[in-house]
């Protein structure tokens, strides 16, 4: 055979293996081409007690696509075996039309003659994950695992087939493109991201050169079974009923760019096989092995079944505890049924400065039982996926409620994330409805959203109609209760089963699904309630989406102000006012860009408005760090509040806390240097109630690889353990592993250090930390002494060039911002060379930018790794490329 | 220990032949011209003469090479002869004489092939590759050190990058001249990130790499103050030093290379003595980073550079009267 990159010279083999496949006659030899490591592993032989690896390709691919699991493998011990199906690749071209059956039967005949004895795991991509499967449901005894990658078992006939495929089996098209050219090879070679070298391209068209070894590839996709009458439509329905009762250890890794086997197939896998561990490689397509690694991942997921056995109910490695429990809706249902019946429980402020709409607690409770029960008479299951998209306010405090109570998982990825990123999070959940206001709808339509669609308002037949929508939440609401299913909710409740699916900002990569418990939810409105003595009887005006749907939950009456929470620039100091005013507030949330836009209307505020807020005990701000200045001048016109800027993520809300007066102290405490390890990063105080924080330390290449340390003064990745911390990322193994590598903690991806007094400073993101030559450097503290700087609004400081010898450079935007990116002046770059010389650090270079890149959702978070990769462009020389 | 220093008339090689004497050796100094090294012997000689180099040689424990023909332009033959032909003659003449220790002085552009160099460590020299005569030639005679390199004949090769400092006729010199003249183009933005060498860390580099000849032998060692700078703010700083106004030509890099090649090309055809107004190499030098790698070569020097940039600046303004 002739040498490929990737392949050992001595992996290639032929065997000639008797066929019992019922399209062959009689006493059949077909000789199969397979790639086998065994020669790779000590002492040329296989570990008896490791199960062997049995690859299977699909269609246009061979064994080549598994080259980099025989290498994985053969450093990790395992024998695998990658084949050649018959017909392609390699394997002898048998001129009879292979059907499914044949080809599941074609692989065991294989393993038998290739001697292959004890434990297998079966590993299928494509049609050859259909093949896999295929083995794996009839030989049950001897199968030790199965791992899948951009596959298909399913097919729901009411739906269409994937276009691609439909273009692919079209009778015009068929023979011509796939066997009598090579434009299906070519397409499926061209879905690789990033691009397949030349090499790897050649490889991959090897054995198909020529029309007559094309045959297979036009048969493989002529057995797709595309209507219920086709051939193989019965067997591949045995299978794919027949894996749901697969008990053995599942891994699934795909790249859900795939047009053909996207996230509605993976979604169909996952039900089947619901203990399976999942992985997403977001960027990656349909040859994920090429895209990502998935040999890597693979072998990290075989070596960690040796160690500890998951339970298969619920993929967790560990039980819960089994602490006492109250449902979300416990304080809703007590106010609902006591003395407080009638007072306001929830209410939206209209544009004229009046309450819109209120219900009562008695309300509340109602319109969420009815909505309940006309969900779950609409066929909403527990365990159901549903994406909300409707704004913070009474409607989504009622849906929100309402599908907690019916066991739903509720989905929830904001407007901030851009079209484009919410697409993406929606498509990784694939909720199975879809709840939203008329925008979300259009763009459901548009976009191809998956999910049956409720609109929240009525409309019009038409509309309803081209955008797919069943109903509304409005005429569900109006309909009679059925079947009372509400009533038993907190009795038939599981408090460890998933509740919601909230995404991340995406600030620093693309947006993750991050999945809470019931009971984790609960542990987030006990953890606000005591830290931030939040009780029935409060008043709290909601302008920060997380905390806006706590209100009922903590037994607080609150009012969303007439703003739009996905854009927070938009609330006006005016607007808070009223709404607090309405209700008589004295507790306020607002994300940082929203305060800021407070003070920037300060001036328009009433007089009856400056009152509202003078009673005003208690202001949250959480999502960015706030600044101390923005904090002061806030105390103007909230002159009683105690103003509080809790430190968290969305994996863990809050982790630690502090208030203006503790950042005064904190900043005193810098100015004086009394205090060790005081400075270098923005101080976010001590950990919330039932919340620890521990730190792992850095290495000199800036990886967190030190034991966990409260010591202060020393720098690390910001590990937090808490009652309310997530569960687990959404379909992201890897990550998870990642993120939960010290039992029982969530590493944050932040970095940050103790002082003396035990408060905690946050230096930045892992992702962002410098290696230099002269040790690592974490960004925040320069960036601080930087923006001290007269005429510095924002700076970013990044490293450019290898891990261990970074040059330092700051990208500073100017007031006024400069209209060119470039390098700074002489006088600026030398004043900000002495405040970085003050941090500690020394600066290569100094340049300017009109802006910085930031996240949408807090317009706050720099994207330091887009500007670390400008920068080393711009530092390269040439013409200066676009921010 | 007695120590040779070729090329000890130019800024570089008398420094470091200061530094040697000054760490209590003996030191002999060869060149064309005087060296007026204090302390040292001082023999006059071309390094292309084997009597001249054979006497020179004699008795010494170490030798440090720095003879070199240092030019953008000229013909290919001046440069092999002085660079190549001079490097192995007395490399040759030394090994037979006993010597024991053979520091070869080298440019990090023997390595540089025109693309970026963002923080890499010392490549191995690529004579068919280099950019221009001078690194190509210093490449060639760099492999002829390296290769001759024993356990009883130790070679090493250091390569201080833009060496600059008072008395520095190389860089600062020039830069003053193109700037008084109006002649000193910045190149695209003049962000690209350069790492330079102050004279008195390069020549303490030297007598250090001297001293661990054992454990650098074989090697090829690039030497800088560790401190890149963007090409514009260093030249804005020197011409700050110097009492001149900054660069004001803007040139996009691509056209300034294509110019400068044509520049060369037609400054070597009419035979031309003087320096040419931009060459292709110093248009790549001006407009490509280069910046190194340097925590090998402190570790196996166990040296660190004294003057930082901005203090090597502050001496520069002192030197010029400012």
């Given at each position: 055979?002739?040498?490929?990159?990737?392949?050992?010279?001595?992996?290639?083999?032929?065997?000639?293996v008797?066929?019992t496949a019922h399209?062959?006659a009689?006493?059949?030899v077909?000789?199969?081409h397979?790639?086998?490591n065994?020669?790779?592993?000590?002492?040329?032989?296989?570990?008896?007690?490791?199960?062997t690896?049995?690859?299977?390709?699909?269609n246009?691919?061979w064994?080549y696509?598994?080259?980099?699991?025989?290498?994985?493998g053969?450093?990790?011990g395992?024998?695998?075996?990658?084949v050649d199906?018959?017909?392609?690749?390699?394997?002898?071209?048998t001129g009879?039309f292979?059907r499914?059956?044949?080809r599941?039967?074609?692989?065991?005949d294989f393993?038998t003659?290739?001697?292959?004895?004890?434990?297998i795991i079966?590993v299928?991509?494509?049609w050859?994950?259909?093949v896999?499967?295929?083995?794996?449901h009839?030989?049950?005894?001897?199968?030790?695992?199965?791992v899948?990658t951009?596959?298909?078992?399913?097919?729901?006939d009411?739906?269409?087939?994937?276009a691609p495929?439909?273009?692919?089996l079209?009778p015009?098209?068929?023979?011509w493109?796939?066997q009598?050219?090579?434009?299906f090879?070519?397409?499926t070679?061209r879905?690789?991201s990033?691009?397949?070298?030349?090499?790897v391209r050649r490889?991959?068209?090897?054995?198909?050169?020529d029309s007559?070894r094309?045959?297979g590839?036009?048969?493989?996709?002529?057995?797709?079974?595309?209507?219920?009458?086709?051939?193989s439509?019965?067997?591949?329905?045995?299978?794919?009923?027949?894996?749901?009762?697969?008990d053995?250890?599942?891994?699934?890794?795909?790249?859900?760019?795939?047009?053909?086997?996207?996230?509605?197939?993976l979604?169909?896998l996952c039900?089947?096989?619901?203990?399976?561990?999942?992985?997403?490689f977001?960027?990656a397509?349909?040859l994920?092995?090429?895209d990502?690694?998935v040999?890597?991942?693979?072998?990290?997921w075989?070596?960690?079944q040796?160690?500890?056995?998951?339970?298969?109910?619920t993929?967790?490695t560990?039980?819960?505890?089994n602490?006492a429990?109250t449902?979300?809706?416990?304080?809703?249902?007590?106010?609902?049924?006591g003395?407080?019946a009638?007072?306001a429980?929830t209410?939206?402020?209209?544009?004229?400065g009046?309450?819109?709409?209120a219900?009562?607690?008695?309300?509340?409770?109602a319109?969420?039982?009815?909505?309940a029960?006309?969900?779950?008479a609409?066929?909403?299951?527990r365990?159901n996926?549903?994406?909300?998209m409707?704004?913070?306010g009474?409607d989504?405090?009622?849906?929100?409620?309402?599908?907690?109570?019916?066991?739903?998982?509720?989905?929830?990825?904001?407007?901030?994330?851009g079209v484009?990123?919410?697409s993406?999070?929606?498509?990784?959940?694939s909720p199975?409805?879809?709840i939203?206001?008329?925008?979300?709808?259009v763009a459901?339509?548009g976009?191809?959203?998956?999910?049956?669609?409720?609109?929240v308002?009525?409309?019009?037949?038409?509309q309803?109609r081209?955008?797919?929508i069943?109903?509304?939440?409005?005429?569900l609401?109006?309909?009679?209760?059925?079947?009372?299913?509400?009533?038993?909710a907190t009795?038939?409740?599981?408090?460890d089963?998933?509740?919601?699916i909230?995404f991340?900002?995406?600030?620093?990569?693309?947006?993750?699904?991050?999945?809470?418990?019931?009971?984790?939810?609960?542990g987030?409105r006990?953890t606000v309630a005591?830290?931030f003595?939040?009780?029935p009887?409060?008043?709290?005006?909601?302008?920060f989406?997380p905390?806006?749907?706590?209100?009922?939950?903590?037994g607080?009456?609150?009012?969303t102000?007439?703003?739009?929470?996905?854009?927070?620039?938009?609330?006006?100091?005016?607007?808070l006012a009223?709404?607090?005013?309405?209700?008589?507030?004295t507790?306020?949330?607002?994300?940082?860009a929203?305060l800021?836009?407070?003070?920037a209307?300060e001036?328009?505020?009433?007089?009856?408005?400056?009152?509202a807020?003078s009673?005003?005990?208690?202001?949250?701000?959480?999502?960015?760090?706030?600044?101390?200045?923005?904090?002061?001048?806030?105390q103007?016109?909230?002159p009683k509040?105690?103003?509080h800027?809790p430190?968290?993520m969305?994996e863990?809300?809050?982790?630690s806390d502090i208030d203006?007066?503790?950042?005064?102290?904190?900043s005193?405490d810098?100015?004086?240097g009394?205090?060790?390890?005081?400075?270098?990063?923005?101080?976010?105080?001590?950990?919330?109630?039932?919340a620890k924080i521990v730190?792992?330390?850095?290495?000199?290449?800036?990886a967190?690889?030190?034991?966990?340390?409260?010591?202060p003064?020393?720098?690390?990745?910001?590990?937090?353990?808490?009652p309310?911390?997530k569960?687990r990322y959404?379909?992201?193994?890897?990550t998870?592993?990642?993120?939960?590598?010290d039992?029982?903690?969530?590493?944050?991806?932040?970095?940050?250090?103790?002082d003396a007094?035990?408060?905690?400073?946050v230096?930045?993101?892992?992702?962002?930390?410098?290696?230099?030559?002269d040790?690592v450097?974490?960004?925040?503290g320069?960036?601080?002494?930087?923006?001290?700087?007269?005429?510095?609004?924002?700076?970013?400081?990044?490293g450019?060039?290898p891990v261990?010898?970074?040059?330092?450079?700051?990208?500073?935007?100017?007031d006024?911002?400069s209209r060119?990116a470039g390098l700074?002046?002489?006088?600026?770059?030398a004043?900000?060379?002495?405040?970085?010389?003050?941090?500690?650090?020394?600066?290569?270079?100094?340049?300017?930018?009109?802006?910085?890149?930031t996240?949408?959702?807090?317009?706050?978070?720099?994207?330091?790794?887009?500007?670390?990769?400008w920068?080393?462009r711009?530092l390269?020389g040439?013409?200066i490329p676009?921010? | 220990m007695?120590?040779?220093v070729?090329?000890?008339?130019?800024?570089?090689?008398?420094?470091?032949?200061?530094?040697?004497?000054?760490?209590?050796?003996?030191v002999r100094?060869?060149?064309?011209?005087?060296?007026?090294v204090?302390g040292?012997?001082?023999?006059?000689?071309s390094i292309?003469?084997?009597?001249?180099?054979?006497?020179?040689?004699?008795?010494m424990?170490?030798v440090v090479?720095?003879?070199?023909?240092?030019?953008?332009?000229?013909?290919?033959e001046d440069?092999?002869?002085v660079?190549?032909d001079?490097?192995?003659l007395?490399l040759?003449?030394?090994?037979?004489a006993?010597?024991?220790?053979?520091?070869?002085?080298?440019?990090?552009s023997?390595?540089?092939?025109?693309?970026?160099?963002?923080?890499?460590?010392a490549g191995?020299?690529?004579?068919?590759?280099?950019r221009?005569?001078?690194?190509a030639?210093?490449?060639?005679a760099?492999l002829?050190?390296?290769?001759?390199?024993?356990?009883h004949?130790?070679?090493?090769?250091?390569?201080?990058?833009?060496?600059?400092?008072?008395?520095?006729?190389?860089?600062?010199?020039?830069?003053?001249?193109?700037?008084?003249?109006?002649?000193?183009?910045?190149?695209?933005?003049?962000?690209a990130l350069?790492?330079?060498?102050?004279?008195?860390?390069?020549?303490s580099a030297?007598?250090a790499?001297?001293e661990r000849?054992?454990?650098i032998?074989?090697?090829?060692?690039?030497?800088?103050?560790g401190?890149?700078?963007?090409?514009?703010?260093l030249?804005?700083g020197?011409?700050a030093a110097?009492?001149?106004?900054?660069?004001?030509?803007?040139?996009p890099?691509g056209?300034?290379?294509?110019?400068?090649?044509?520049?060369?090309k037609?400054?070597?055809?009419f035979?031309l003595?003087?320096?040419?107004?931009l060459?292709?190499?110093l248009?790549?030098?001006?407009s490509?980073?280069?910046?190194?790698?340097q925590?090998?070569?402190?570790e196996?020097?166990?040296?660190?550079?004294?003057v930082s940039?901005?203090?090597?600046?502050?001496?520069?303004?002192?030197?010029y009267?400012?």
């Amino acid at each position: 055979m002739v040498t490929l990159p990737g392949v050992e010279p001595g992996w290639s083999s032929y065997l000639d293996v008797p066929s019992t496949a019922h399209v062959d006659a009689p006493g059949a030899v077909n000789r199969w081409h397979y790639l086998d490591n065994i020669d790779s592993l000590p002492g040329g032989s296989a570990d008896p007690d490791k199960p062997t690896l049995l690859c299977v390709h699909g269609n246009p691919t061979w064994s080549y696509l598994w080259r980099s699991l025989l290498t994985a493998g053969a450093a990790a011990g395992y024998r695998v075996v990658a084949v050649d199906q018959l017909d392609m690749g390699f394997s002898s071209r048998t001129g009879v039309f292979r059907r499914l059956a044949d080809r599941v039967t074609d692989l065991e005949d294989f393993v038998t003659a290739a001697g292959i004895s004890g434990q297998i795991i079966t590993v299928g991509h494509d049609w050859g994950g259909v093949v896999s499967m295929g083995f794996a449901h009839r030989n049950r005894d001897r199968l030790a695992g199965m791992v899948l990658t951009n596959t298909a078992i399913h097919h729901d006939d009411a739906e269409a087939i994937p276009a691609p495929l439909r273009a692919a089996l079209h009778p015009l098209v068929h023979r011509w493109g796939t066997q009598h050219t090579k434009a299906f090879l070519s397409i499926t070679h061209r879905l690789a991201s990033p691009s397949l070298t030349p090499e790897v391209r050649r490889a991959f068209e090897a054995p198909y050169r020529d029309s007559a070894r094309r045959a297979g590839i036009a048969n493989f996709v002529a057995d797709i079974p595309a209507s219920p009458e086709h051939p193989s439509h019965a067997p591949l329905e045995e299978i794919a009923e027949g894996i749901r009762s697969l008990d053995v250890p599942a891994l699934m890794l795909w790249g859900p760019r795939d047009p053909i086997f996207s996230d509605r197939y993976l979604e169909d896998l996952c039900r089947r096989l619901p203990h399976a561990a999942v992985h997403r490689f977001e960027r990656a397509s349909h040859l994920v092995t090429e895209d990502a690694d998935v040999a890597g991942t693979l072998f990290r997921w075989l070596g960690q079944q040796a160690d500890q056995p998951v339970d298969p109910e619920t993929g967790h490695t560990e039980t819960a505890d089994n602490g006492a429990f109250t449902p979300m809706w416990q304080l809703l249902d007590e106010l609902a049924a006591g003395d407080t019946a009638q007072d306001a429980a929830t209410a939206d402020m209209g544009e004229n400065g009046q309450i819109k709409r209120a219900l009562s607690w008695q309300e509340l409770a109602a319109s969420v039982d009815t909505l309940a029960d006309s969900l779950h008479a609409l066929g909403v299951r527990r365990g159901n996926r549903i994406s909300l998209m409707v704004p913070p306010g009474v409607d989504l405090t009622v849906v929100l409620y309402a599908c907690l109570k019916l066991g739903a998982v509720i989905v929830v990825a904001d407007a901030g994330l851009g079209v484009r990123g919410m697409s993406r999070a929606v498509k990784s959940t694939s909720p199975d409805f879809l709840i939203g206001i008329n925008r979300a709808l259009v763009a459901a339509k548009g976009l191809g959203w998956p999910g049956r669609r409720i609109s929240v308002e009525p409309l019009p037949t038409a509309q309803r109609r081209l955008l797919s929508i069943e109903t509304s939440i409005a005429e569900l609401l109006t309909a009679t209760p059925s079947r009372g299913i509400a009533a038993d909710a907190t009795s038939a409740m599981d408090p460890d089963a998933d509740a919601a699916i909230l995404f991340t900002s995406g600030s620093t990569g693309p947006a993750k699904g991050v999945v809470y418990t019931h009971r984790q939810l609960t542990g987030m409105r006990d953890t606000v309630a005591s830290t931030f003595g939040l009780k029935p009887g409060h008043g709290l005006v909601a302008g920060f989406a997380p905390f806006a749907l706590l209100g009922p939950a903590l037994g607080t009456t609150s009012i969303t102000p007439d703003m739009d929470v996905t854009a927070p620039r938009t609330l006006s100091a005016q607007a808070l006012a009223d709404a607090a005013r309405a209700i008589n507030a004295t507790v306020v949330f607002a994300s940082p860009a929203a305060l800021q836009n407070v003070l920037a209307t300060e001036q328009a505020l009433t007089p009856e408005g400056r009152e509202a807020l003078s009673s005003v005990t208690l202001l949250l701000s959480a999502g960015a760090p706030v600044p101390e200045r923005l904090l002061t001048a806030l105390q103007n016109i909230l002159p009683k509040a105690s103003l509080h800027t809790p430190y968290g993520m969305t994996e863990a809300l809050p982790v630690s806390d502090i208030d203006l007066e503790q950042i005064r102290a904190a900043s005193a405490d810098v100015l004086a240097g009394t205090v060790a390890g005081a400075g270098n990063g923005v101080c976010v105080g001590q950990p919330v109630q039932g919340a620890k924080i521990v730190l792992s330390p850095l290495n000199d290449a800036g990886a967190a690889t030190g034991d966990l340390t409260t010591d202060p003064q020393v720098t690390g990745e910001i590990l937090v353990r808490a009652p309310h911390v997530k569960d687990r990322y959404h379909r992201l193994w890897l990550t998870q592993q990642d993120s939960a590598r010290d039992t029982g903690w969530h590493r944050t991806g932040d970095v940050g250090h103790f002082d003396a007094k035990g408060r905690l400073w946050v230096e930045g993101r892992l992702g962002h930390v410098l290696a230099t030559a002269d040790g690592v450097i974490t960004p925040v503290g320069v960036e601080q002494a930087l923006e001290g700087l007269e005429d510095v609004t924002m700076a970013a400081v990044v490293g450019v060039g290898p891990v261990g010898t970074q040059a330092v450079v700051a990208v500073l935007v100017t007031d006024p911002p400069s209209r060119q990116a470039g390098l700074a002046s002489t006088a600026r770059a030398a004043a900000a060379r002495s405040a970085a010389e003050s941090a500690g650090t020394s600066l290569a270079a100094v340049l300017t930018v009109p802006a910085l890149p930031t996240d949408i959702r807090h317009n706050a978070k720099i994207d330091r790794t887009r500007v670390a990769l400008w920068a080393e462009r711009v530092l390269a020389g040439g013409r200066i490329p676009k921010l | 220990m007695r120590v040779l220093v070729t090329g000890a008339s130019g800024l570089l090689g008398g420094a470091a032949a200061a530094r040697i004497l000054a760490a209590g050796h003996n030191v002999r100094t060869f060149q064309r011209r005087p060296s007026r090294v204090e302390g040292a012997e001082d023999v006059a000689g071309s390094i292309t003469d084997p009597r001249a180099v054979a006497s020179a040689v004699e008795g010494m424990d170490a030798v440090v090479h720095l003879a070199a023909k240092v030019s953008v332009t000229g013909p290919l033959e001046d440069f092999r002869r002085v660079n190549v032909d001079g490097t192995r003659l007395l490399l040759d003449t030394a090994r037979t004489a006993g010597v024991r220790n053979f520091l070869f002085i080298s440019s990090p552009s023997v390595a540089h092939t025109g693309t970026a160099i963002s923080g890499d460590g010392a490549g191995a020299a690529t004579p068919e590759l280099a950019r221009g005569h001078y690194s190509a030639t210093k490449a060639e005679a760099e492999l002829a050190v390296l290769a001759a390199d024993s356990s009883h004949f130790q070679t090493a090769a250091l390569r201080p990058h833009i060496v600059w400092g008072p008395g520095d006729t190389q860089l600062v010199e020039r830069v003053l001249a193109r700037a008084t003249s109006g002649r000193l183009p910045l190149l695209d933005s003049g962000a690209a990130l350069i790492d330079t060498t102050y004279i008195d860390n390069a020549a303490s580099a030297i007598a250090a790499a001297l001293e661990r000849m054992d454990s650098i032998h074989g090697r090829a060692l690039v030497v800088t103050n560790g401190e890149p700078r963007p090409i514009g703010e260093l030249l804005a700083g020197i011409c700050a030093a110097g009492g001149v106004s900054g660069p004001r030509l803007r040139l996009p890099g691509g056209v300034a290379r294509a110019a400068g090649a044509v520049v060369e090309k037609a400054w070597e055809a009419f035979g031309l003595k003087d320096e040419p107004p931009l060459t292709r190499f110093l248009a790549e030098q001006m407009s490509t980073a280069h910046w190194f790698d340097q925590r090998q070569t402190q570790e196996l020097l166990g040296w660190k550079p004294e003057v930082s940039i901005d203090e090597g600046l502050r001496r520069l303004k002192a030197h010029y009267g400012g």
